[in-house]
């Protein structure tokens, strides 16, 4: 990689940052394509959010992926925001755009795009969505505009129902949420398609852990974990077993970034370059291919 004069810098702000696969992935794609970008990591704390923002427009920095704890907070320091991001009230990639900061979030995208690649078709089809967090709102707001039914399960309940609320008022009564509790997986899990784990439960140092108890996994069903550290968690493992189509969270990682990616570059993301730069990366003893 070669700096010069004219290298646009894209970058990632976050507290925690050291562990993050972003710069790894997107240096990987602008090598690839040979395009004059570099992409760094950036410690900001919750507390220094704004001076962060205002060296981004002062710096001319081109564009930023957000992480844990900004996602919400970096809505008021941006000149605009998309539509789909405005109603999630969370942005996770930030364009400057002729000096104007515009903010996205790539999170539901990214994961709907995952599906895609996996052969899933979601029209017509019952999501059963664990989780309520962040990521499960993205991939709730985006996937609403195509599956017929959506079931949330969260260990907070008030979390799912405020969620499902949230979506009935955009995409009507399709929507439902209850306790993730053992009985609740079991009855929503026998007339589901797709089951999308978007709890952290299974994330390192809790790995071995699964939400769903391995009998109810079934051939005819698409799973989906998010959580990519490890890449091979227990459901992801279980599932495999059951014979059902499976999707890991680094498939969903990197299609989210290829999103960011193209909006940055206009190029299209080189995804197996992006993907295979990450599989390096990762810690191959918790990464069981
Ligand atoms: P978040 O906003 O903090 O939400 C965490 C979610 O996990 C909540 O629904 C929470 O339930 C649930 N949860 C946490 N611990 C649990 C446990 N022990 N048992 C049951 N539920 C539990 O976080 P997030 O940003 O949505 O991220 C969630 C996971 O997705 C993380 O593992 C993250 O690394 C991963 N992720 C992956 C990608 C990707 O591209 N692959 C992108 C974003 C996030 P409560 O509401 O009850 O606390």
């Known amino acids: 990689m070669q700096i010069s004069g004219k290298t646009k810098v894209c970058g990632i702000i976050g507290d925690p940052i050291e562990h993050t696969l972003s710069p790894v992935i997107h240096n990987a794609g602008f090598s690839h394509l040979k395009l004059d970008f570099v992409y760094v990591p950036f410690t900001v704390k919750a507390h220094d959010l704004k001076e962060a923002m205002n060296a ?96 949330i399960l969260n260990r907070t309940a008030d979390k799912a129902e405020k969620l499902a609320k949230d979506l009935q008022m955009r995409f009507g009564s399709r929507i439902k949420a209850d306790s993730l509790l053992p009985s609740a997986i079991s009855r929503e899990l026998k007339d589901a398609d797709l089951l999308v784990n978007a709890t952290s439960m299974g994330m390192h140092p809790c790995a071995g852990r699964s939400p769903v108890d391995a009998k109810l996994l079934r051939s005819d069903l698409c799973v989906m974990d998010i959580v990519y550290d490890p890449v091979e968690t227990k459901l992801v493992s279980d599932a495999k077993s059951a014979g059902a189509n499976v999707l890991n969270g680094l498939e969903m990682l990197v299609n989210q970034a290829a999103v960011s990616f193209e909006i940055w570059t206009n190029q299209r993301a080189p995804i197996t370059i992006m993907k295979e730069a990450a599989l390096r990366k990762l810690d191959p003893k918790r990464c069981i291919l």
């Open 56 to 151: 981004f427009n002062g710096l001319g920095i081109h564009g930023l992926n957000v992480t844990m704890p900004h996602k919400t907070a970096v809505l008021d320091f941006l000149t605009e925001t998309d539509p789909p991001a405005r109603s999630l009230g969370a942005v996770n990639t930030i364009l400057n755009h002729d000096g104007k900061s515009v903010g996205f979030n790539t999170d539901g995208v990214g994961a709907i795009n995952a599906l895609r690649a996996g052969g899933v078709d979601l029209k017509g089809k019952k999501l059963l969505l664990l989780g309520a967090g962040g990521a499960a709102r993205a991939i709730a707001f985006c996937a609403a505009q195509e599956v017929e039914k959506i079931t």
